[in-house]
C-alpha cells in the first residue's frame, strides 16, 4: 500500500522555523519525485516545492525560495521540508504528494502528483 505521512507541523511564531517530514511507504523511493503543497483556507492548493529522488534536482515557487529547503533521505524513503523566516501568510495546510518514475522528466514542479499524504497544520502568528 503507498503510504505518505507527513509530521513537524504546529504553531510558531514569524521569523521562527519549522521542519517538515514526509514519510513514504509501499513504493521504491529511487525514481520518484517528492512535493509539498499546502492549502490555506479559502484559497487554492499552491505547489511549495518538489525534489527528485533520482538526481536531487528541487524547485521552490517564488515566495517561499530561499526560506524554505528541501531534502531527501533516501536510506529513509523521508522528505523534509525545512521553513526558516516563517510568516503569517505561510499558514496552511501542508501536504506531500509523490509522482512516479517517468513522470517527472520536465521537471518536478509539473509531475502528476497522484499519492497524497493527510496534510499536516503550520501555524504562523504574527
Known amino acids: 500500500e503507498v503510504q505518505l505521512v507527513e509530521s513537524g507541523g504546529g504553531l510558531v511564531q514569524a521569523g521562527g522555523s519549522l521542519r517538515l517530514a514526509c514519510e513514504a511507504s509501499?513504493?521504491?523511493?529511487?525514481?520518484?519525485?517528492i512535493a509539498w503543497f499546502r492549502q490555506a483556507p479559502g484559497k487554492d492548493n499552491e505547489g511549495v516545492s518538489c525534489?527528485?529522488?533520482?538526481?536531487?534536482?528541487?524547485w521552490y515557487t517564488d515566495s517561499v525560495r530561499g526560506r524554505f529547503t528541501i531534502s531527501k533521505d533516501n536510506s529513509k524513503n523521508t522528505v523534509y521540508l525545512q521553513m526558516d523566516s516563517l510568516k503569517p501568510e505561510d499558514t496552511a495546510v501542508y501536504s506531500c504528494?509523490?509522482?512516479?518514475?517517468?513522470?517527472?522528466?520536465?521537471?518536478?514542479?509539473?509531475?502528476?502528483?497522484?499519492?497524497w499524504g493527510q496534510g499536516t497544520q503550520v501555524t504562523v502568528s504574527s
Open positions: 504528494a509523490a509522482a512516479g518514475p517517468n513522470t517527472y522528466n520536465g521537471g518536478c514542479h509539473v509531475a502528476p502528483y497522484a499519492a
Open positions: 509501499g513504493f521504491s523511493f529511487d525514481d520518484v519525485a
Open positions: 525534489i527528485a529522488s533520482s538526481d536531487g534536482k528541487t
